[in-house]
């Protein structure tokens, strides 16, 4: 009697324990490709290069394009983000379908091959930060002298307005100067129109060395203000006012104090990726909107103002390797237990290539081995059976911006209806 009542809880005992096991039990991620990355994948494998490569979907860039012209309507001018952009190619693509001739530059490297470029030397480039002065002087001696004088130099200072100045001096030159000015971001740049008027007050003491040309006032921190309650496009569009009434502020008070700086129509460059569409409605000031990102959509910018726009780029890497199970070097004797424990650990692949700046997209439920650690040259995942990759299949990954990945993998696949359909050369870093 004892015993068999023993036995039964012992039965209960580990039924609960099986039951308690199963449920806590991680549940299998995996599934294959979606039918877009199935086709991909077949693409690659009938006509690919059997490395790593960054793929450029131009029917959804061409989607996106459409998008963004229909957000910027005239009066507002569109200014093409050169950093997130990085290839000749793609800038041509992107001029031509917007039919714009405005470009945002990070980098002095940058600055200098386009001044090279006949196509662009003669496009309208603001710099979208302040150089030192020693990147002046720099791309003072690789550029021509009438192509250096018309570009859009970001001021943030008083100081390097000073140091500008004693450039234009030394060289006898003019300097187009654009000043920064803070809308929210607290970022740098000029905080109130009393800094900024003791700034226009030097330039337009030295009307030989300084044109005064417009503002630029960044505010990327509206997309992301904070809400408990209420509709975040509505938070959003009220920052949006706010940063644009500080904005007017400036402008007003310049024009008062320097009516003659003002006589002629200025740059009064805002906006992003994240807030660019917000610039349609209830916008008095801001005549000029840069944007770069959104046309690529990496994952950065998976935002609620964004979610018209599609993901067009991706990076594609082949798997070299599959084995069965997750074997730790070390932990041989019970790696066994890893996949009956977690059928994510099912399957081990090894891909050419990893670490990159991005995410898995496809097949889904993949991951890294934090135990194995990141490598470069052969990218360890895992991910249970229902994944379905054999070598010479590719993972899909999408990267998480774009200027530093296009530059390292130094030219885009482009990908028309779902097939290869040439390549663009990227910029090099």
Same mark, same amino acid.
């Given at each position: 009697?004892?015993?068999?009542?023993?036995?039964? *809880? %012992?039965?209960?005992?580990?039924?609960?324990?099986? $039951?308690?096991?199963?449920?806590?039990?991680?549940?299998?991620?995996? !599934? +294959?490709?979606?039918?877009?990355?199935?086709? %991909?994948?077949?693409?690659?494998?009938?006509?690919?290069?059997? &490395?790593?490569?960054?793929?450029?979907?131009?029917?959804?860039?061409?989607?996106?394009?459409?998008?963004?012209?229909?957000?910027?309507? @005239?009066?507002?001018?569109?200014?093409?983000?050169?950093?997130? %952009?990085?290839? %000749?190619?793609?800038?041509?693509?992107?001029?031509? $379908?917007?039919?714009?001739?405005?470009?945002?530059?990070?980098?002095?490297?940058?600055?200098?091959?386009?001044?090279?470029?006949?196509?662009?030397?003669?496009?309208?480039?603001?710099?979208?930060?302040?150089? @030192?002065?020693?990147?002046?002087?720099? *791309?003072?001696?690789?550029?021509? =002298?009438?192509?250096?004088?018309?570009?859009?130099?970001? =001021?943030?200072?008083?100081?390097?307005?000073?140091?500008? /100045?004693?450039?234009?001096?030394?060289?006898?030159?003019?300097?187009?100067?654009?000043?920064?000015?803070?809308?929210?971001?607290?970022?740098?740049?000029?905080?109130?129109?009393?800094?900024?008027? &003791?700034?226009?007050? /030097?330039?337009?003491?030295?009307?030989?060395? /300084?044109?005064?040309?417009?503002?630029?006032?960044?505010?990327?921190?509206?997309?992301?203000?904070?809400?408990?309650?209420?509709?975040?496009?509505?938070?959003?569009?009220?920052?949006?006012?706010?940063?644009?009434?500080?904005?007017?502020?400036?402008?007003?008070?310049?024009?008062?104090?320097?009516?003659?700086?003002?006589?002629?129509?200025?740059?009064?460059?805002?906006?992003?990726?994240?807030?660019?569409?917000?610039?349609?409605?209830?916008?008095?000031?801001?005549?000029?909107? !840069?944007?770069?990102?959104?046309?690529?959509? @990496?994952?950065?910018?998976?935002?609620?103002?964004?979610?018209?726009?599609?993901?067009?780029?991706?990076? $594609?890497?082949? =798997?070299?390797?599959?084995?069965?199970?997750?074997? *730790? +070097?070390?932990?041989?004797?019970?790696?066994?237990?890893? @996949?009956?424990?977690?059928?994510?650990?099912?399957?081990?692949?090894?891909?050419?290539?990893?670490?990159? /700046?991005?995410?898995?997209?496809?097949?889904?439920?993949?991951?890294?081995?934090?135990?194995?650690?990141?490598?470069?040259?052969?990218?360890?995942?895992?991910?249970?059976?229902?994944?379905?990759?054999? +070598?010479?299949?590719?993972?899909?990954?999408?990267?998480?911006? !774009?200027?530093?990945?296009?530059?390292?993998?130094?030219?885009?696949?482009?990908?028309?209806?779902?097939?290869?359909?040439?390549?663009?050369?990227?910029?090099?870093?």
């Amino acid at each position: 009697m004892l015993k068999s009542r023993f036995f039964r *809880i %012992l039965i209960v005992f580990l039924v609960t324990v099986f $039951a308690f096991v199963f449920f806590l039990r991680p549940k299998d991620d995996g !599934s +294959p490709y979606q039918e877009y990355f199935a086709k %991909l994948n077949q693409e690659l494998k009938n006509n690919g290069f059997g &490395k790593p490569v960054i793929l450029l979907d131009l029917d959804r860039l061409d989607e996106n394009l459409s998008t963004l012209s229909k957000n910027i309507p @005239p009066p507002l001018h569109y200014r093409i983000v050169v950093k997130s %952009l990085p290839s %000749l190619d793609l800038l041509r693509y992107i001029t031509k $379908a917007t039919k714009t001739n405005r470009l945002m530059v990070f980098h002095s490297g940058d600055l200098v091959m386009l001044l090279g470029e006949d196509e662009f030397s003669s496009f309208d480039i603001l710099l979208g930060k302040p150089m @030192p002065l020693r990147a002046l002087e720099d *791309i003072f001696k690789k550029t021509k =002298v009438d192509k250096f004088q018309k570009i859009h130099w970001l =001021v943030d200072t008083e100081t390097r307005l000073n140091q500008y /100045l004693e450039f234009g001096k030394s060289k006898n030159i003019k300097l187009h100067i654009v000043l920064e000015i803070d809308v929210g971001l607290h970022r740098g740049g000029f905080q109130n129109p009393d800094e900024t008027n &003791k700034t226009l007050s /030097l330039i337009q003491k030295n009307p030989n060395n /300084l044109e005064f040309d417009g503002f630029m006032g960044y505010e990327p921190h509206v997309a992301s203000v904070p809400i408990l309650l209420g509709d975040k496009y509505d938070a959003i569009t009220k920052e949006i006012q706010l940063s644009l009434s500080k904005y007017e502020e400036f402008v007003a008070s310049g024009k008062k104090s320097f009516p003659v700086l003002f006589d002629k129509e200025l740059l009064l460059n805002g906006g992003g990726s994240k807030t660019y569409r917000f610039y349609q409605k209830n916008n008095h000031v801001v005549n000029d909107v !840069s944007v770069g990102s959104a046309l690529v959509m @990496p994952t950065d910018f998976d935002v609620s103002t964004l979610t018209e726009h599609k993901p067009a780029f991706f990076i $594609a890497a082949p =798997v070299l390797k599959r084995l069965e199970g997750t074997t *730790i +070097p070390f932990l041989e004797s019970i790696s066994f237990i890893f @996949p009956l424990w977690n059928p994510n650990l099912q399957v081990t692949y090894f891909t050419y290539g990893g670490a990159y /700046l991005a995410k898995k997209e496809s097949p889904q439920g993949l991951f890294d081995n934090g135990l194995y650690g990141a490598s470069t040259n052969q990218g360890i995942l895992n991910g249970s059976r229902a994944t379905g990759l054999q +070598p010479d299949d590719y993972v899909f990954f999408r990267p998480t911006q !774009s200027e530093k990945v296009m530059a390292e993998m130094g030219e885009v696949i482009l990908l028309r209806k779902g097939k290869i359909s040439g390549t663009w050369k990227c910029f090099i870093n």
